[in-house]
């Protein structure tokens, strides 16, 4: 039963379509995800397995532990490279050829721009020019400092005495020096995850939105509630239709664009903080690459079940395609117009909506919390735990609201 279910899902055309079209976008996104260049020693830009390559070996020259030795080796080198005749040339090509010599330690040179940067929630391209050897000793230091300094005065008001206490624990626990080494794999991985998952969301909305109130478009109703197992096993088999759509589609997509990025441009420096990015310089979450990858996995899964599930019940009880097929929608596009009213409230509420399950790569670079009292907490783990929970109470929701319609 659930078999014939899922068979009359992609027997019509448009559900073919979308999965035609899902697909396109996993290749336009593979696509973006792999186009990484190196800048050679003419200032030519390179492209391809050979470039990767040369990316790989420059900054493989400067991985292992970020200690204070290591930090002064970047600084004397960017400052070589900035005061080199071809950086300071007033040409596009020298330029090009300075910055080329640089690309080894630039991933480094990002996280002093934010470690010495003059607030903390400002960054200057250029700040790690003005650098000196001595500057080194400070480089962990500031990074708390600067948030010390943020929720005393632009912060004061944004959080609780508890949560201030808690972000700045997280920050000073951050087990220092940390290790660092080629990344690239992984954070173009994350930077496009977000667009991948909510695509396959939209797409999935798309396919379970009709799993139930189709049987009352093809006026077929009467049939199937009349039928001896219409109002038990059948319905059942609907809602195990679509689990079992979600699951493989989800996965399928996810696991593809994931072996074609890091089999592309390589999967080193899992075992690096997340830290060591600049796209999680400011985390307070004391995790891995390969941890950061597995929640975002899980938490894309979970917001993909909960939202095909809220999709299947809107099903069963408008009796409409076209209004199920709009949760996504509404859940995904709604809270980007409502981050626009300045209000403390409103972006507490907007950190814990199901779209951030999707996104939750991006959470793990926030402060959104969760506080009970004088217990604190980050939003990640509640949220996985919260909407797994919704995801298995919304099925028998669904089940009872179907079994129990009346024919017409």
């Known amino acids: 039963m659930v078999k014939f279910e899922i068979k009359k899902v992609f027997c019509r055309t448009s559900a073919r379509i979308a999965l035609l079209l899902l697909l396109a976008v996993l290749g336009v996104t593979c696509f973006l995800a792999m186009d990484v260049s190196y800048i050679n020693e003419n200032g030519d830009r390179e492209s391809g397995l050979a470039a990767i390559a040369k990316l790989k070996a420059a900054q493989q020259e400067w991985s292992g532990e970020l200690d204070e030795e290591q930090l002064r080796r970047v600084i004397r080198e960017n400052r070589r490279i900035r005061e080199s005749p071809e950086a300071q040339a007033d ?35 250029y700040r790690a020019d003005s650098l000196t050897e001595e500057d080194a000793a400070s480089f962990y230091t500031n990074r708390v400092k600067l948030l010390a300094d943020w929720l005393d005065v632009d912060a004061k008001d944004q959080f609780s005495d508890a949560e201030k206490k808690f972000l700045l624990r997280k920050y000073v626990e951050l087990e220092t020096p940390f290790s660092i080494d080629y990344m690239k794999g992984w954070t173009q991985l994350f930077e496009f995850a ?16 009709g799993i139930f109130s189709n049987e009352f478009m093809w006026r077929s109703d009467a049939i199937f509630f009349s039928a001896r197992n219409g109002r038990d096993q059948a ?19 996810l696991l593809v664009y994931t072996a074609a990025v890091l089999l592309y441009l390589g999967g080193e420096g899992w075992a690096c903080p997340v830290q060591a990015d600049q796209s999680g310089w400011k985390s307070i979450y004391h995790i891995t690459v390969l941890e950061k990858y597995l929640l975002i996995a899980a938490g894309g899964y979970i917001g993909c079940l909960f939202i095909s599930g809220l999709s299947m019940l809107v099903s069963a009880k408008t009796r409409s395609t076209v209004v199920a097929v709009l949760v996504p929608f509404i859940l995904i596009f709604i809270p980007s117009f409502l981050a626009n009213i300045n209000s403390p409230a409103v972006a507490r509420l907007l950190g814990f909506l199901p779209d951030q399950l999707l996104q939750i790569g991006t959470a793990l670079g926030m402060f959104n919390l969760c506080s009970l009292g004088d217990k604190v907490t980050g939003a990640a783990p509640v949220l996985l735990g919260l909407y797994t929970v919704l995801a298995v109470v919304i099925l028998p929701v669904i089940y009872r609201e179907y079994a129990g319609k009346e024919v017409g």
Request: overall charge positive.
């Open 91 to 125: 040409n596009l090509r020298m330029n090009d050829i300075a910055y080329s010599r640089g690309q080894g330690i630039q991933e480094i040179r990002n996280l002093l721009n934010h470690s010495y940067a003059d607030g903390f929630r400002e960054y200057d391209y």
């Open 194 to 209: 977000p667009t991948i998952m909510m695509v396959t969301i939209l797409i999935l909305g798309y396919l379970v939105g």
């Open 235 to 253: 319905t059942a088999a609907k809602i195990k239709a679509g689990i079992c759509m979600v699951t493989v589609i989800y996965w399928a997509v």
